[in-house]
């Protein structure tokens, strides 16, 4: 009970945060909208490509990239909440007051979850106003939204892991970075196999691909490799939530 | 040298100083453009086969792109450091001495102009090295440093202006996603006439940037192309000229002696 | 001819947008080669005065003339005249000691077969040489301190501004800062203008101090001359108690006490003959001491309150968090 009532706690300070800040919360809902309205709407000729098969459309196409890429940096976001919290003193503030400490990590990860909730409804309503077609049933849709979870869970944990290293604003960098090449990494403007030379390479082994390919086949109705996809999600999770409480150890030890 | 031209040296001298000191400064300016060139020229490289499309490298279509990402970092550099200067009080120790107000400013935009030079060269040997022959030869070379150099200097009167106006580094820094916003909504990523969306091709067409990236893109792809070239050049002057006089007329209401 | 390194101001005022009267309306006259203390709380107008001096902040209403010059309509001959460090030491932590005095010295028009040399010698005179090619931002608040005042000498000031020189240094930074003023004044003739919240400071190194409280001077004199004005020394007795209060009284006339007692000593009324009448009483003292006057003492006679927090106290007050009064 322990850990959740600190989780309860440190993710209810977060998300007041943010939910009473205009500057943090405006970003968290403009930035996806704008990238949504540059690639969907900028890209759109992209579709008359020869081999682009999608039939949905490119609007549900880059719907798929947006929200994994809103899930992904709305967990860095969190990390960077984090680092500022260390400037602050605050989180020496939860060390001191916290039973269980792990309740610490784990309430950041709730926070992340439920700030990229918002944005992800907030999208969505976007996304279907503008006349988003899409062809998966009541079942693959939510497999979409879980695999988004899953991704945002990971990358806030990543983060995580990173501030509570570093402890410093100066991190943010360090947070975003890698996040930014994974997902760019990806088959981001056209399906993989429309990706030619060097690019398609890095693509194919970088393992946000199988999460983006699964969630376009989930949103085009016709599931494809889930369960690697929620494999490959699930096992970035786990393992940065091991490096995210490795991280809050190397903070403990740093006092 | 004449005094003000030795105050204008030694100010651009500590312009390039100070970026050369902070690592982030400039090297966030060199890599992240390269970086993005290398996601939309690979991830895009299919666009090349879109009947229209000018060019069948996406590379050399993309090269433009850095160009005006330079231009923002002009920006908030420009804007960033003058700001910092006046949140620390630099700025008062600098009204205390016989500086004129426009060496102050040039001085200070002679420094970002020469980092604006440094990270025209960068791209455009990254460029050559990956096999894009500018259309518009030697010649065409040295009109796209001036133009650089245009670029970052009304760009940086810009952030100079941001800077004069709010006194606050934060607030500078708030602008790029504005600029950000401009860059994507123009045809940044295809040319205006393939872009399908009737409204954004109207946003793209009424967005300036799309004027200044089309005169970097002509002479890399067509060639001299005077059209693309005068409202590239126009557009650079317009903002360089309303920037400038901006600032002027900030700079002593904030210097304030 | 040189015009006199003097600093004169009539009925100087500033006034900031919804803000309060920052100056007051203060006359000044600092004459050559003097060293003026400008002592204050925080928030007093100490620092705003300063800007208007240094040419940095046009006044409301009122003249000022520095150097023979008018702060307003001949600001840059003020400039070419004075030197200035202000409170935020103003330097730029990505460059080098060395470097900030090169670009000070370019800036201020030396010849630049001079400025090397130039730079050489304050360094040493403000003991900075070791660490002359070090970034500034690795600087102690100390070293920082002393660089800012080498700048400020770069182009040989007539006239020198120090906006609280020494807040937030070490007693040795401060006492080698002292001594560095002391000499410029004593040996080169150059006027000072010192602003300081610290009473020792004004007491140790200025011939003259200007108090300054709300913008407005409300004492000016040498500290020798502000003390007297207070008068004699008061003695405290501690518990507060009717009794003591009574028997100090025979001694002088009572001044108000935080923690117990007080008279201000009249005629030639000494501790002991104060020791003898207590105990000749049988009355019990925990603690009894002899205060010679301070220019606290000289503020607390002026402005009914103690420099030592005044200003905490108005910063708070101007916050909104002005302390209620106890139940």
């Not at chain 3, 100490?46 to 309509?73: F, H, N, Q």
């Amino acid at each position: 009970m322990r850990l959740a009532s600190v989780a309860r706690g440190v993710a209810w300070r977060s998300l007041h945060n943010v939910f009473t800040n205009p500057s943090l919360l405006i970003p968290q809902l403009a930035f996806p909208l704008f990238f949504f309205t540059a690639f969907a709407g900028g890209l759109s000729g992209v579709s008359r490509v020869p081999g682009f098969d999608f039939a949905e459309g490119y609007t549900a196409f880059q719907f798929v990239f947006v929200l994994c890429q809103s899930a992904a940096f709305g967990g860095v976001f969190t990390g960077f909440g984090i680092a500022r919290d260390f400037e602050t003193g605050f989180v020496r503030r939860l060390l001191l007051a916290a039973p269980n400490r792990t309740g610490i990590v784990l309430g950041y990860a709730v926070a992340a979850l439920t700030r990229w909730l918002v944005t992800a409804t907030f999208l969505t309503a976007i996304a279907f106003a503008v006349g988003m077609k899409v062809g998966g049933s009541g079942v693959d849709l939510p497999a979409l939204y879980l695999l988004a979870a899953l991704v945002n869970v990971a990358a806030g944990l990543w983060a995580c892991g990173v501030a509570m290293r570093l402890r410093t604003m100066q991190a943010f960098p360090v947070m975003q970075f890698p996040v930014f090449l994974a997902l760019f990494f990806a088959p981001v403007y056209v399906p993989l196999h429309l990706l030619q030379g060097w690019i398609h390479g890095v693509a194919y082994v970088n393992p946000l691909t199988r999460v983006l390919e699964a969630g376009r086949s989930f949103i085009a109705g016709a599931p494809s490799e889930a369960g690697v996809a929620f494999g490959v999600a699930a096992a970035l999770a786990v393992l940065f939530a091991f490096w995210a409480l490795r991280g809050l150890r190397s903070a403990e030890a740093a006092g | 040298m004449s005094d003000a031209a030795d105050q204008i040296f030694v100010l651009a001298r500590r312009s390039v100083v100070r970026t050369s000191r902070q690592p982030a400064q400039w090297i966030a300016p060199l890599v992240f453009p390269m970086l993005l060139l290398a996601v939309n020229s690979g991830g895009l490289k299919a666009v090349t086969h879109l009947p229209g499309f000018p060019t069948d490298s996406y590379v050399a279509f993309a090269l433009a792109v850095p160009f005006i990402q330079g231009a923002l970092f002009a920006t908030m550099n420009a804007g960033t450091e003058l700001a910092r200067d006046i949140q620390t009080g630099f700025l008062n120790r600098l009204a205390l001495t016989p500086l004129r107000g426009a060496a102050l400013l040039a001085g200070h935009l002679g420094g970002v102009v020469a980092l604006g030079l440094v990270q025209a060269c960068f791209y455009l040997a990254v460029g050559l090295a990956v096999g894009v022959r500018p259309a518009s030869g030697v010649g065409g070379v040295a009109v796209l440093l001036v133009f650089a150099a245009l670029i970052a200097l009304a760009f940086g009167s810009l952030g100079t202006w941001a800077a004069l106006r709010t006194g606050s580094a934060e607030s500078v820094q708030s602008l790029f996603p504005v600029f950000f916003v401009f860059l994507f909504l123009s045809s940044m990523a295809i040319p205006r006439n393939l872009i399908q969306q009737a409204w954004f091709r109207d946003v793209a067409n009424a967005n300036p940037v799309s004027y200044l990236l089309e005169c970097v893109r002509s002479l890399i792809i067509t060639g001299w192309n005077g059209e693309a070239l005068g409202l590239g050049f126009g557009v650079v002057a317009a903002v360089g000229v309303g920037a400038l006089a901006l600032s002027a007329r900030a700079l002593p209401q904030r210097l304030a002696r | 001819m040189e015009r006199p390194n003097t600093i004169e101001a009539e009925r100087l005022v500033r006034e900031f947008k919804k803000g309060p009267r920052a100056v007051d309306g203060i006359d000044l006259r600092v004459e050559p080669g003097e060293i003026y203390g400008f002592l204050g709380p925080n928030g007093a107008g100490k620092s705003t005065t300063v800007l208007m001096l240094t040419t940095l902040l046009p006044p409301t209403a009122g003249t000022a003339r520095v150097a023979g010059y008018d702060v307003v309509r001949e600001g840059p001959d003020v400039r070419a005249t004075i030197g200035a460090a202000l409170q935020e030491a103003a330097l730029d932590g990505l460059l080098t000691g060395r470097e900030h005095l090169r670009l000070q010295a370019t800036l201020q028009g030396l010849p630049r077969a001079e400025r090397p040399a130039r730079a050489d010698e304050l360094l040493e005179r403000v003991g900075l040489m070791e660490a002359a090619d070090r970034k500034v931002r690795g600087y102690s608040g100390g070293m920082k301190r002393r660089l800012d005042l080498a700048l400020a000498l770069v182009h040989r000031p007539r006239v020198l501004f120090l906006d609280e020189p020494t807040t937030g240094l070490d007693p040795q930074s401060r006492a080698a800062l002292w001594t560095e003023v002391g000499r410029l004044a004593r040996e080169e003739g150059v006027t000072v203008f010192l602003t300081t919240q610290y009473l020792e400071e004004a007491d140790v190194l200025a011939d003259r101090v200007g108090i300054i409280d709300h913008g407005r001077i409300v004492a000016e004199g040498t500290p020798a001359e502000l003390k007297a004005q207070v008068g004699r020394p008061t003695v405290e007795a501690m518990p507060a108690d009717e009794r003591i209060a009574d028997v100090l009284a025979r001694f002088g006339e009572p001044v108000p006490s935080a923690k117990g007692v007080a008279v201000r000593l009249a005629g030639d009324a000494d501790l002991t003959a104060i020791v003898r009448a207590l105990d000749a009483k049988g009355l019990l003292v925990d603690n009894l001491q002899l205060h010679q006057p301070t220019l606290d003492d000289v503020f607390l006679a002026k402005t009914g309150r103690s420099l030592e927090g005044a200003g905490d106290e108005e910063e708070a007050a101007s916050r909104g968090l002005a302390m209620q009064p106890a139940a």
